[in-house]
């Protein structure tokens, strides 16, 4: 029998669409792949007779259930009063959480209010779980036929106390209860739509036991998942390595990296492998692919710098782009591109170069260069190369596409150059 | 009595948390403007037995149930089945829905297979709701006691559909009903923390009648969203205005926009106002001020561009940074900062100019300039300005605060300079 779990969010804000629930994705995501069924996720108000009947309606349903939010300091939290009247049973204050609260404001000079003292309460019967990023102590408590788990509802404190006070009781359990094993790994995938990919892999998991896949798109990459349960740990991983190696055959050079690899990391090891540095010359994505690039730590390792030559001066002052390239051929054409690669290869010093100017919209777009149309240029050790796309939907995305297609063009500038 | 609206999302992806819900938040937060009171929100799978439990219990609880996902083609689109048996009756194509679609297929030269023409389906006693991004229909059907609205799981479809088809019939049940007539306005906030504003705003709607005050904190901008909800909707109206002129009292210049208006929108107009010229020199937030700057059409009438010089070269050589100024102070220092807003100032002919370096962590950190060190500087007309701040929070935090407090010195340049 599967283990079932079901998630439970307490909060006006998120039920009234204040706040999006991301704690949701966050908690089912692992659950999920720690090997738990997701039987439902509901979202209640702060009001303590909807926080009853959920947690009455959940106890009967789920054999685990985990809430979040409702732990706070003001009247508005009512969580622990609510389970602790459904256990007929009181509360006191967690000690340890009183005196991590004690020192905390004793630190920082502030003083405390009995509003503090209640949001370090667990019911009786509750196990207390340390906030390790905040005041409120979570606590778990059984209910009923259910595992109940609450935790506070702000994610940075939740997030932390659920990887690490949640999920090893979570694992032991379904070990416990003789849950399969698992083993799972996702490829990151850049340069293809979700058709294209479904159609590579038509049939790729035939005849392979316990393994299931699952798509993601998060525009302009999408994500490709294998989870597989099987009742041996090692048979799991030697599933995923062979499923692995089949994808790799299907799909290629589109995979810029596995689990935690992010883009611009792909992009970094490509570019640090061949001891290269890299600069931009943007213009419709003004800053975007410079942001992107620099958005993980040790960036400084390769990347110079960009010039956003938004104004057709700065492409021509700073980058030195020639009026006139800009007059015949227009700032959205490949001979510009051409241009202000060069220019910020030699401004900046770097030995790669990538270029991007673009009609991002909504307004500016021609018959000949609609909306959407952007020209690259990249340039380096050889030979100067210069492309066109037509990008589809409103400026944002454009933008966002426009931005990746550089990236991707430095990570795999070294790979076509040898072709 | 007031309204009640339950949402309901249907869908494996969601449930567990492949994607995150974000149709939810989009769906209460319009319903709850509308003056309806959200009473839960709910995620189920695609199996039929799962989305008839939920639809049978949110009839006997909701006065409106909006419902999205599971209309698509594929087997696991189970939404108008299950719909149709609960009302014990059958299907049929929407004519108009069937007609759109074939044309679009004919524009593409796509082939129609028959899972498309199971999308087009609504149980027989539904009402189709035109799908103008997509092509399956939603449909609206009594269910019991509820009133439900099923619309399709892609945001931008949902979107549309929920904006265009379902708003105007809430907000005319809701007028038929005898609910109160209802006026919003929500304040956007820089440069003051959550517990400031509160503690500003404290007792604000003492003795105003029917109005409730609800705070987001999107980091780093505030927003303040008053509801306000009356029998008569002039009076709502000038309750708004009241509160608007005491808010503006109580908040001053740190309110940088009212409803839509967004901060990039904010920039844009202070400096168009002057026309003044916008140019940036960043370093830790590697384009990212130019980013944001550029998010909104238009930029173009007073954005010129950005030196990005991540490597101290970039900054010497581009931005005329004097070598000794870096040796002696320090490339993240005020007066490096100076000489890069005014370099960036020359080679973009900007008539403003802000520099941005600071330490965005997480390695870099020095006792005297620790991680979330940034220095600032913002010339133009008059005397250059430098100021230093320290933010909190990991890398992504600091850069995204660098940005704001950049784009905020823009923004207020004429202002302060006029004191």
């Given at each position: 029998?599967?283990q079932?779990a079901?998630?439970l969010a307490?909060?006006d804000?998120?039920?009234r669409g204040?706040?999006s629930n991301?704690?949701?994705?966050?908690?089912?995501e692992?659950?999920?792949d720690l090997?738990?069924?997701?039987?439902?996720q509901i979202?209640?108000?702060d009001?303590?007779?909807a926080?009853r009947?959920?947690?009455?309606?959940l106890?009967?349903?789920a054999d685990?259930?985990?809430?979040?939010?409702?732990?706070?300091?003001t009247e508005d939290?009512?969580?622990?009063?609510?389970?602790?009247e459904?256990l007929a049973?009181g509360?006191?204050?967690?000690?340890p959480?009183l005196e991590?609260m004690?020192?905390?404001f004793s630190t920082?000079?502030?003083?405390?209010?009995?509003?503090n003292?209640?949001?370090?309460?667990?019911?009786?019967?509750?196990?207390?779980?340390?906030?390790a990023a905040g005041i409120?102590?979570?606590?778990m408590?059984?209910l009923?036929g259910?595992?109940a788990?609450?935790l506070?509802?702000v994610?940075?404190?939740?997030e932390k106390m659920?990887?690490?006070?949640?999920v090893p009781r979570?694992?032991?359990?379904l070990a416990e209860t003789?849950?399969?094993?698992?083993?799972?790994?996702?490829?990151?995938?850049y340069g293809?739509g979700?058709?294209?990919i479904?159609?590579?892999l038509?049939?790729i998991?035939?005849?392979?036991?316990g393994?299931?896949?699952?798509?993601?798109?998060?525009?302009?990459?999408?994500?490709v998942k294998l989870?597989?349960?099987?009742p041996?740990?090692?048979d799991?991983r030697?599933?995923?390595?062979k499923?692995?190696a089949e994808?790799?055959?299907r799909?290629g050079p589109g995979?810029?990296?596995?689990d935690?690899?992010?883009?611009?990391?792909?992009v970094?090891?490509?570019l640090?492998a061949?001891?290269?540095t890299?600069?931009?010359?943007?213009s419709?994505?003004?800053?975007?692919?410079g942001e992107?690039?620099?958005?993980?730590a040790g960036?400084?390792?390769?990347?110079r710098g960009?010039?956003?030559?938004?104004a057709?001066?700065?492409?021509?002052?700073v980058l030195?782009?020639?009026p006139e390239?800009?007059?015949d051929?227009?700032a959205?054409?490949e001979?510009?591109?051409r241009?202000?690669?060069?220019g910020?290869k030699?401004v900046?010093?770097?030995?790669v170069a990538?270029?991007?100017?673009g009609?991002?919209g909504p307004a500016?777009?021609a018959?000949?260069?609609?909306v959407?149309?952007v020209?690259?240029a990249?340039?380096g050790?050889?030979?100067t190369?210069?492309?066109?796309?037509?990008?589809?939907?409103?400026?944002?995305?454009v933008?966002?596409?426009?931005a990746y297609?550089?990236?991707?063009?430095a990570?795999r500038y070294?790979?076509?150059?040898k072709r």
């Open positions: 029998m599967p079932r079901a998630l307490i909060g804000e998120v039920l204040e706040i991301t704690n949701a994705a966050f908690i089912a692992r659950l999920f090997g738990y069924e997701i039987s439902e979202v209640v108000s009001e303590p007779q926080i009947a959920a947690l009455v309606r106890r009967a349903e685990v259930i985990i809430a979040t939010g409702g732990l706070g300091p939290d009512r969580t622990v009063d609510v389970v602790a459904l049973t509360t006191h204050a967690d000690e959480s991590a004690k020192k905390r920082h000079g502030f003083e405390m209010t009995p509003n003292l209640r949001q370090v309460r667990i019911p009786h019967d509750g196990r207390a779980l340390p906030n409120a102590p979570g606590f408590v059984r009923g259910a595992e788990f609450f506070p509802g994610p940075r404190e939740m659920f990887t690490d006070e949640v979570l694992a032991h359990r003789g849950g399969p094993l698992l083993a799972t790994r996702t490829w990151h995938l293809m979700e058709s294209h479904d159609h590579r038509a049939g998991l035939t005849g392979v036991e393994a299931t896949l699952h798509f993601r798109t998060s525009n302009p990459v999408n994500h989870v597989v349960r099987l041996d740990a090692a799991a030697a599933t995923v390595e499923v692995d994808l790799r055959k799909i995979i810029y990296g596995i935690g690899e992010t883009f611009p990391a792909a970094a090891k490509a640090r061949q001891e290269a890299l600069a931009f010359a943007e419709c994505t003004g800053g975007l692919a992107i690039v620099t958005s993980e960036a400084t390792a390769f990347f960009s010039v956003v030559a938004y057709d001066e700065v492409k021509t002052g030195g782009v020639k390239t800009i007059t051929f227009g959205v054409s001979p510009t591109a241009e202000m690669a060069e910020a030699r900046c010093g770097s030995s990538v270029a991007i100017t009609v991002a500016g777009g018959p000949d260069k609609p959407g149309t020209c690259f990249i340039c050790p050889g030979t190369r210069t492309s066109t796309k037509l990008f589809a939907g409103g400026r944002e995305r933008r966002i596409a426009a297609y550089a990236l991707d063009l990570r070294f790979d076509t150059r």
